[in-house]
């Protein structure tokens, strides 16, 4: 009887947490993640669109998204000043990751605003 409820709670706790990130990731905000290389950390912006075209809305998915492919393409974001003067992350650049280089993606939050690439 017990392991019929857990396997019926686990059921639902994970369809619950792919519904949410699917919502995430329609809802088209930027997700900031840190991606640590060989050679120093890089701050990389994926819009919701681009979530949901790898499959998933966390470290893991893009993580997985660039051993499978080998290769991903992303927005470099940095602080910048906005027009009214206010911090906020923006896009400076069109970048490309190698997989051999990256040795981990991870979720990276900010107080500041997260300005949307084109």
């Known amino acids: ?43 990389i912006g994926l819009s919701g669109e681009e979530l949901a075209s790898i499959g998933g809305s966390d470290a893991s998915a893009v993580a997985h998204a660039l051993a499978q492919k080998g290769d991903l393409t992303a927005w470099q974001y940095n602080v ?11 896009p400076s650049a069109k970048i490309g990751l190698l997989s051999h280089a ?4 991870e979720p990276y939050s900010t107080t500041y605003v997260v300005a949307p690439h084109p």
């Open 80 to 90: 910048h000043r906005a027009a009214n003067g206010e911090l906020q992350m923006a």
């Open 1 to 43: 009887m017990t392991s019929a409820f857990a396997r019926t709670l686990f059921g639902s706790m994970t369809f619950l947490l792919v519904a949410a990130s699917v919502a995430a990731a329609e809802d088209g905000r930027t997700t900031l993640f840190r991606v640590v290389t060989v050679k120093d950390e890089i701050v």
């Open 102 to 105: 990256s040795l981990r993606v």
